[in-house]
């Protein structure tokens, strides 16, 4: 019984939390546009978002994967060394060892920052 339900409930979630983040997005889409909308029936005036440009965008997703790329290498190395020299304790630390993929991939947007106000202020 515990296993099937651990089964009903991993496919649950992992259908249901892709299906309420795109119901998320959508609702918060309908927000701004019904605010933007009322606020050009007010008659004012509301400033436009600047389009990145598609150099600003690619530069992006070239830091963020090459981050994500190095934040995998990292962790897999830990988890590998950390096998070879703990066996005992190795299944926390290898865990733990899975911090550097969301550190690295904030490293990108940090990087990404620094040049996008760089570039925005030349």
Do not use: N
């Amino acid at each position: 019984m515990g296993g099937d339900l651990i089964g009903l409930v991993a496919v649950i979630l992992s259908l249901g939390i892709p299906i309420a983040g795109m119901f998320t997005y959508y609702r918060v889409r309908k927000l701004r546009s019904e605010e933007r909308l009322a606020a050009i029936a007010r008659g004012v005036e509301i400033p436009m978002e600047p389009e990145t440009s598609q150099t600003s965008r690619s530069r992006r997703w070239g830091i963020l994967c090459i981050s994500g790329a190095v934040g995998y290498m990292a962790t897999f190395a830990a988890i590998a060394r950390i096998a070879s020299e703990f066996d005992d304790r190795a299944g926390a630390l290898g865990a733990a060892a899975f911090g550097f993929i969301p550190l690295a991939v904030g490293i990108g947007y940090l990087i990404d920052a620094f040049v996008g106000r760089r570039e925005h202020a030349a």
